[in-house]
């Protein structure tokens, strides 16, 4: 695993790893009332959150809201944001990061409970976080696959509290 793997597979285990997620959160305009497509957070049981931001090649992870700690530096191009939440409610005890094989980029992640019951899959896209919920491990596989060729992807897992393996 290289070092920039190894960077994101311990920033999941912190973020995610054995978490209970309660809400997803959504960001709006409260001008346009427009929906932020690159930044959502997740609300966590505990009331902590993590927060994440695709502008470019990979993600910026925050464990602060929006009103807390601006760490995304989104009120530098909105006045007023308003969070919208959609309920989860689901322990993350199996993930699934899928990097570029050829450049240092977080393509996908996928967080599930063990019974894959309840799951959500993010692809970071250049400038939207595309998002999919309660999909099962082998659907998640047919729509990277159709995505990204399997020799352009490297893919590691982790169950429950195993380590972090490759999977391809």
Known sequence: MNPYILSFTRKFDHYFDQKEILNMIYLHDEEDNERLDHV?????????????YVRGMNPLISGHRIYDLDDFNLFASYDRLVECKENLN?????????????????????????????SLLMLFLQDEIY????????????????????EEVITYEKKSESGWEKIN
Do not use: H, W
């Open 40 to 52: 959502f957070f997740l609300e966590q049981v505990d009331g902590g959150v993590a927060g994440i």
């Open 90 to 118: 689901f322990k993350i005890e199996y993930m699934r990061l899928v990097f570029s094989s050829q450049y240092n980029e977080l393509l996908g992640a996928y967080l599930a409970n063990n019974e894959v019951t309840r």
């Open 131 to 150: 998002i999919e919920r309660d999909l099962s491990k082998s659907q998640v596989s047919e729509m990277l696959g159709n995505r990204f060729p399997a």
